[in-house]
């Protein structure tokens, strides 16, 4: 076992170095040959050195956190794909020799003030910022304060530099309403939410750009949105659609959640999929899979993108890179059980 008595000035005098070159060297600092680091590391380990955060974030100025506040609303948490996300994250901050802590909101706070006082306080390196508006508060006051931090999204405003990974929506749904156009459908539907998300946004903007292309008169589309935290709402909206007497018969969801809570409406309603209605989803969450019929979706690679983003910042916070990186995943089409050719009229 590491013996708690051993400190850094052990490890430097059994390499004849000196404590600061100890501590740079653990702390995988580039100014230090990798020999160096290489040999530090190997005695620290000899001798059952354990370092000791405090100790370390007052030579180095550094946390050794990253910070994600977890976008909560209302009652209830309903973000499927934030276990996956999550752990990600913390996967790619481990290799960088970080650690992830998370936060909540507290009822009656908003995420731009819990964000204010973890930069205030110095409680991390870098935040992590998920779900971005398109205007997000968030983003402008991290930017004004130079604050490291990496956003899953981006902000309508393209010319801002920050280090952010997105998915194409846009292209996706373009691509989502072709494979339904080609069976055959022209009355859609879009289930969406009520909040400003640049996410929203973008995938409408590609679903009605694929509209405009067919010109097509017969191709008609209703929309329902409800507040993203709202289930009561949402089953509503999507009852209307689905009890309409001229129903929609192909309905794109803006992710995977909504597209779960349109078959099991469905299923109440005794109307079957995909010979009734086509569903396609977005994310491909795990439940994604298993959902009768299965559920077709776009796959995100939700793990992996988070750890990339991990990545970016930890080249941020390390000096690494000299500008801001951006990554705009293209999703890929999986084909499931929930959509099939339109119904015959």
């Known amino acids: 076992m590491p013996d708690s008595g051993k400190t850094l000035k052990d490890v430097a005098e059994s390499l004849g170095i000196s404590i600061a070159t100890a501590s740079r060297a653990l702390a995988g600092q580039e100014r230090i040959s990798l020999e160096t680091r290489r040999k530090v590391v190997q005695a620290a380990d000899r001798i059952g050195y354990v370092p000791n955060r405090a100790a370390r974030a007052l030579v180095s100025g550094q946390t050794g956190f990253v910070g994600l506040v977890l976008p909560t609303r209302g009652h209830g948490f309903e973000d499927p794909f934030l276990g996956e996300f999550v752990t990600g994250l913390g996967a790619g901050l481990s290799e960088h020799g970080s650690d992830l802590f998370l936060t909540a909101v507290p009822p009656g706070e908003s995420e731009l003030s819990v964000v204010e006082h973890l930069v205030r306080d110095g409680r991390a390196d870098g935040l992590v910022l998920a779900r971005v508006t398109e205007e997000d508060p968030r983003v402008n006051f991290l930017m004004q304060r130079s604050f490291p931090f990496v956003a899953h999204g981006r902000i309508l405003k393209t010319e801002a530099g920050y280090n952010w990974l997105d998915t194409d929506g846009r292209t996706a749904f373009i691509e989502a309403f072709d494979l339904l156009y ?62 309409a007497a001229d129903r929609p018969t192909a309905i794109l969801t803006l992710f995977d959640g909504l597209a779960i809570t349109v078959l099991q409406e469905a299923a109440r309603l005794g109307l079957r999929v995909p010979e009734d209605i086509s569903v396609i989803g977005f994310d491909n969450i795990p439940t994604a899979e298993h959902v009768p019929p299965g559920l077709t979706t776009f796959d995100t690679g939700i793990h992996d993108s988070a750890q990339e983003m991990a990545g970016m910042l930890m080249r941020s916070l390390s000096g690494h890179s000299s500008k801001p990186e951006t990554r705009l995943v293209h999703p890929r089409l999986v084909l499931r059980g929930s959509h099939g050719p339109a119904p015959k009229n």
């Open 182 to 243: 080609a069976h055959g459908h022209r009355h859609f539907a879009l289930v969406t939410i009520s909040e400003p998300m640049t996410f929203r946004r973008q995938r409408l903007d590609g679903l009605n750009e694929a509209i405009a292309r067919t010109d097509d008169p017969t191709v008609r589309l209703a929309v329902a949105a409800s507040p993203r935290f709202d289930r009561e709402t949402r089953a509503k909206e999507i009852q209307r659609l689905l009890t």
